[in-house]
């Protein structure tokens, strides 16, 4: 791997960690599987495209950050006030969101940007260099887990964390347990939709297509970053979870340069996935045939 | 305080399974009144503290609390005004975060979700003190996960929760039932303090026959939805175990038929 490519791999991984982030929000604290965030993303593409080619980049991310709260709130109002359960409300929004998202578009299925200004191009113009995009994207990132890590701190974030580990204990406190699943998935999504939005201008390029599979993908993030980077306190689990995207982008990277093809990527996001999350039951399949095929030692007598 | 006026609740209505739970329930409270409840299982006694905390909507009756007619108002509202501890330990606090920060929760109770930090150093102080009160070594235990506690200590914590912001009402579900009988004093123990101390009014659920005699100032019987015995004052002074039970399948017309309630 070239170095280049390996700038380029962080870079990646740091955008998307702004998803895991998201996804740590709903998925985690809230204790929601959340499936909106296959939509709300290319929301925030879109909308950070189209901005952008008006000539308003900035104006793109944080428009797109309000939409993808806004797609958050559908779901969360399927869920609390409609009484739909939480998977199928995530899904009914992700349908919903391709139409809307088309329509962001003006019916196209794909944009890309050609020579207009970008966020990374505008910094690029600023402070020069080739780590322009590193830097930019990690001064967001930075900025966000901090504003992230002061919001869980507020009595709201509490009551936000509560409401994942027990909604009746919040209720019995007297807190609306609709209104902070409202204010939790409102802001996973704002965050998934700027991650859309800031790809999109780094790449400078969006289509309708680009949401499938990001649940998977920011999920396993948020779990590898978990393992491997530990969870011991707060601060530490939402650097594990951004990390933990940039080790994900890292396999990916690798897998692509051992040979594997470009369209067999989703299969292997979903098997990471699917083995990350099963493998404390794995391992206790394994130790069980450890046991059984072992010599027996009859316990020692006095 | 509290008034209950032709309460009813019916549960799977219009199915085989229909059951009245509730049978146009009539209940007064003073203040400062500690009323514990007895009865057999399926008497209501829960039912009757899910209609008034607001987890089940009722279909008749009224239910008025401090002078607030609360029949219709939904559960998180009336928590405001409600102190709640239930049977189960896992019910009551956020089992993810400290001690201190379910604690902050408590303290907050009633006041607007907003921006301000969870936590400060002037509350950390005021609730350490509280917490010394439980005599449970907690206090210096804030920064700890509540999953790490016992469930015994988790009641503790809980019942001290729910009083930390003094309710006009304290519903105590058989909140000692899952634990050991040591923990189980105490933390009934902890209750006669905080409630005497508080001047709580309070309702207590119980299937220990002389604990229901032997706390509070009134005791409640219910038998099919409805209360069959109400005894205070020196009727209640009087009254042993075996004279409860003998009342019971007078007023009731059937056999204690429950060991639990019989027993310990």
């Known amino acids: 791997m070239s170095f280049q490519a390996i700038i380029g791999t962080f870079e990646l991984g740091i955008i998307y960690g702004i998803m895991a982030l998201g996804v740590f929000l709903s998925f985690r604290t809230l204790n929601m599987p959340d499936l909106t965030v296959d939509g709300s993303f290319v929301t925030g593409a879109a909308v950070s495209v189209v901005l952008s080619m008006s000539g308003h980049p900035i104006l793109g991310l944080i428009l797109a950050f309000i939409a993808g709260g806004g797609a958050g709130c559908i779901t969360a109002f399927l869920h609390t006030k409609l009484k739909i359960q939480a998977l199928l409300a995530g899904i009914l929004a992700m349908l919903a969101l391709y139409s809307i998202n088309l329509k962001i578009m003006s019916g196209r299925a794909n944009i890309a940007l050609l020579n207009q200004p970008t966020v990374f191009s505008e910094f690029e113009k600023i402070i020069g260099g080739d780590y322009s995009k590193l830097i930019l994207a990690s001064l967001i990132v930075l900025f966000l887990i901090i504003i992230f890590y002061l919001f869980l701190n507020t009595r709201l974030g509490f009551l936000l964390r509560a409401t994942g580990d027990n909604d009746q204990m919040v209720r019995a406190m007297g807190v609306n347990t609709d209104m902070t699943i409202f204010v939790g998935l409102g802001i996973a999504n704002a965050f998934v939709a700027l991650c859309g939005a800031l790809l999109a201008q780094y790449q400078s390029y969006v289509d309708v297509g680009m949401g499938v599979g990001m649940v998977v993908i920011a999920l396993a993030s948020v779990i590898i970053g978990e393992v491997v980077f530990g969870i011991s306190s707060l601060m530490r689990r939402l650097f594990a979870v951004v990390l933990g995207s940039c080790l994900y982008r890292f396999f990916i990277a690798i897998a692509l340069e051992l040979g594997l093809p470009a369209d067999d990527l989703k299969l292997v996001s979903a098997l990471i996935v699917a083995l990350a999350i099963s493998a404390p039951v794995l391992k206790e399949h394994y130790n069980r045939l450890k046991r059984k095929y072992s010599p027996t030692k009859p316990p020692a007598s006095k | ?264």
């Open chain 2, 1 to 264: 305080m509290l008034k209950l006026a032709g309460v009813s609740k019916t549960f799977s209505i219009g199915s085989i399974n229909e059951k009245r739970a509730l049978d146009r329930v009539d209940l007064s409270l003073k203040p400062g009144e500690f009323v514990t409840v007895i009865g057999g299982n399926g008497a209501g006694k829960s039912t009757l503290f899910n209609c008034i905390s607001g987890m089940y909507e009722i279909e008749e009756g009224q239910i008025i609390l401090d002078g607030m007619d609360i029949t219709n108002q939904p559960e998180y509202k009336r928590s405001r005004y409600i102190g709640r501890v239930f049977q189960d330990p896992l019910k009551g606090t956020a089992f993810d975060m400290t001690i201190e920060q379910n604690l902050a929760i408590a303290l907050g109770k009633g006041q607007p979700a907003d921006f301000r930090p969870g936590v400060t150093k002037k509350n950390i102080k005021y609730l350490q003190e509280r917490l010394a009160l439980l005599d449970l070594g907690l206090e210096d235990r804030m920064k700890d996960k509540v999953g790490l506690l016992s469930g015994g200590q988790r009641q503790a914590l809980t019942l001290l929760m729910a009083t930390l912001v003094k309710p006009k009402l304290l519903l105590l579900d058989e909140h000692t039932a899952a634990l050991d009988p040591a923990i189980a004093k105490k933390v009934m123990e902890l209750t006669r303090q905080l409630v005497e101390k508080e001047n709580l009014s309070t309702l207590m659920i119980t299937h220990n026959m002389k604990a229901s005699l032997e706390f509070g100032t009134r005791t409640i019987m219910m038998h099919d939805g409805k209360i069959i015995m109400d005894i205070k004052g020196e009727e209640r002074n009087t009254m042993t175990v075996d004279k409860l039970i003998a009342q019971f399948e007078k007023r009731s017309g059937t056999a204690l038929e429950n060991d639990r309630m019989l027993l310990s």
